[in-house]
């Protein structure tokens, strides 16, 4: 389902997704991120500095509270996520990649229930980069395009005074079809301009890994690399990289005890992080990755390296945000390309 | 797989026995499922112990899975949930869910020679396989436990490797020599050298401390062991046990799910990382 909608009727839209909770970009303290939208949408932004992963998978979320009267078998009552569907406006072409991995991630093997039960119910609307909204993009590296539907639902084009709305899946279709009315038949100028649009949005400058294909058996032949530890030299390990990739899943589970006599508390599971000394540490104080090296070399392998060895893909979908964001300018696209040169 | 992957079942202690006193301590606790039926497993896999409040941790179930009345764990007293199992007595209500990981290929072993080499409380993860290849016993050729500890008092399951001479040959070390110890003084890879297992259709299963199994490894080349004939285990800190929560890989592989067992020819693939 391809149409037009004139970019004044974009909030009329959003009011006709009855049942659904619309999300978009908003600036809240010099941070971009993703928030209920409550009057007239933009789509103007930049990417978001926070990608929308917690939507399906929040910084932290409850599994189910105990409750254990001493001498006594616990109780358990699992507190499952709610139900409410939601609608994310203005989601990058790389984030929707990024909702692709994470899929894979919680999906594989065996279902994550809590993951599962918030990402039936998200629908992403995205939006084609007509320019690389950062300076540190690099999608098209990473097997992505800046018009890529990969994981979006709908994706939206700026034709300047409207958009090309393209439905990717039946979800895609449902929410435009909510809305029959606004939209327009694409007329032929209109499919001229979106593909004169979209070559130009590919053919825009971007960073660049070197010859992607031959990245992960370079890493492999690199894993004792001394270069490891010399790019990491400066890591402070605030794991910021991790937290706003849109593909990083690691997360801790602790329980928090909220009352005595009755015993009462949560399980809880909160996202953690690879950049921490003590995510692999053993309880004996053995680590298996006990340098930034080591940390470091974990997080790159694993975008570039074990990803593709167990999905066919890159985990990294090319964000840029945890090069932006670094406080100590770690650049995970140069760090790839000094290895792989080093490797020969 | 249940309905909700991080729901644990409820299990009662029946039984509690202490292996090894002391700072390192290790006890024996055996769970049975408080509301009926509790998944099986098999032979190598983990699960994942709760109690509320403290928290989570994955061991390895130490009883054969030809055992249905309970699972059994053998734990050293290291960090705040196992401690606090120590305290634990019979009756107590913990949570239990699993199996997580692969097995020991125990049915493709059918008509070999095993020979299990185990120090400290790595006895813990191959006594199942002990347990069932006993139970089993016509099933396979000669049986041979090397086992071994720091000190006599270090040495766990003492009573139930007596019941296995007879059936298996057991090789018993302390790792210096002690008033009162007749058997082999040394360290385990020590006491294998000793011993001079023959590789001829045999299989060699070895879990314990790292350094223990860097030169029983080294040892069983020696002797002429293929890299496919050597079986051992890893650990790695783990939350869910399920190839998610990211912090037990080696290379590609996350443990808990790839893992715990491989054999040598396959852990030598994997980076050195563990």
């Known amino acids: ?57 929040p910084q932290r979320e409850v599994f189910f509270s105990f409750e254990q ?40 093997h065996v279902e994550d229930t809590y993951y599962q039960a918030r990402r039936k119910n998200v ?16 999608c098209l590296s990473v097997g992505g395009s800046p018009v890529s539907t990969d994981g979006l639902d709908v994706l939206l084009t700026d034709l300047g005074d409207r958009y090309f709305v393209a439905a990717v899946t039946e979800t895609g279709k449902a929410l435009m079809t909510a809305a029959n009315s606004l939209f327009d038949e694409p007329a032929d100028a209109d499919r001229q301009q979106l593909k004169s649009v ?111 060895e167990n999905f066919g893909m890159p985990q990294c979908t090319g964000c840029g945000r945890c090069i932006s964001e670094c406080p100590v300018g770690i650049d995970i696209v140069s760090v790839v390309n000094k290895v792989v040169e080093h490797a020969g | 797989m249940p309905d909700n992957i991080y729901l644990p079942e409820l299990a009662r202690i029946t039984y509690i026995k202490e292996e090894v006193a002391g700072e390192r301590s290790i006890k024996t606790f055996r769970v049975e499922p408080v509301n009926g039926d509790s998944f099986e497993h098999e032979c190598g896999q983990c699960a994942m112990l709760s ?25 050293m007293r290291v960090g705040r949930v196992s401690a606090a199992f120590h305290d634990l007595a019979v009756g107590d209500v913990v949570g239990i869910r699993g199996p997580y990981g692969n097995s020991f290929p125990v049915d493709d072993w059918r008509g070999k020679n095993l020979y299990f080499i185990g120090g400290g409380c790595g006895l813990a993860p191959i006594w199942p396989v002990i347990t069932t290849a006993v139970a089993q ?101 783990m939350k869910c046990g399920l190839g998610k929560c990211g912090r037990c890989n080696v290379g590609k592989d996350y443990v808990c799910v790839k893992g715990p067992v491989y054999s040598w020819a396959e852990l030598k693939e994997l980076p050195e990382e563990y």
Request: a neutral charge; hydrophobic letters at 35%; glycine letters at 8%.
């Open chain 1, 198 to 308: 979209h070559t130009e949005a590919l053919a825009q400058p971007q960073r660049a890994v070197h010859n992607p294909d031959a990245v992960p058996a370079k890493l492999k032949a690199s894993f004792k690399s001394p270069l490891w530890e010399e790019l990491a030299r400066a890591c402070i390990g605030c794991g910021i990289c991790t937290f706003l990739c849109p593909t990083c899943h690691c997360f801790d589970i602790n329980d928090e005890v909220t009352g005595s006599a009755p015993l009462k508390g949560n399980r809880v599971r909160t996202w953690d992080n690879c950049q921490f000394p003590d995510f692999t540490m053993h309880t004996s104080g053995h680590n298996p990755r006990p340098t930034v090296g080591a940390r470091l070399r974990q997080r790159v392998c694993h975008k570039f390296q074990y990803f593709p």
């Open chain 2, 137 to 237: 016993r016509d099933s396979f050729k000669n049986i041979t436990v090397f086992y071994g500890g720091r000190s006599p008092r270090d040495i766990m399951y003492k009573a139930e490797l007596e019941k296995l001479r007879g059936v298996a040959d057991v090789h018993l070390s302390v790792d210096k020599a002690e008033d009162g110890w007749d058997a082999y003084c040394g360290f385990v890879p020590a006491n294998v050298m000793d011993k001079e297992p023959s590789s001829d259709n045999a299989i060699a299963i070895t879990c314990g401390p790292p350094i223990m199994i860097k030169y029983v490894i080294q040892n069983l080349r020696s002797l002429g062991f293929a890299d496919e004939q050597i079986y051992t285990t890893l650990e790695n800190k």
């Open chain 1, 123 to 138: 629908a992403y609307v995205g939006l084609a980069c007509n320019q690389p909204p950062s300076a540190n993009c690099f």
């Open chain 2, 51 to 75: 109690i509320f409040g403290r928290g989570e941790m994955m061991i390895s179930i130490a009883s054969s899975p030809l055992v249905k009345d309970y699972k059994q764990f053998s734990i």
């Open chain 1, 1 to 57: 389902m391809e149409k037009i909608l004139h970019k004044e009727r974009i909030d009329d839209w959003i009011s006709a997704l009855t049942g659904w909770e619309v999300l978009s970009p908003a600036l809240e303290d010099g941070i971009w991120a993703y928030r209920p939208v409550s009057g007239a949408i933009r789509l103007d932004h930049p990417n978001t500095t926070q990608p929308p992963k917690g939507l399906a998978f």
């Open chain 1, 69 to 108: 009267i001493k001498g006594e078998a616990p109780r358990l009552t699992q507190i499952l996520p709610d139900t409410v569907q939601r609608a994310v406006f203005g989601v990058r072409p790389c984030d929707g990649r990024g909702a692709v991995r994470m899929d894979r991630v919680f999906g594989d």
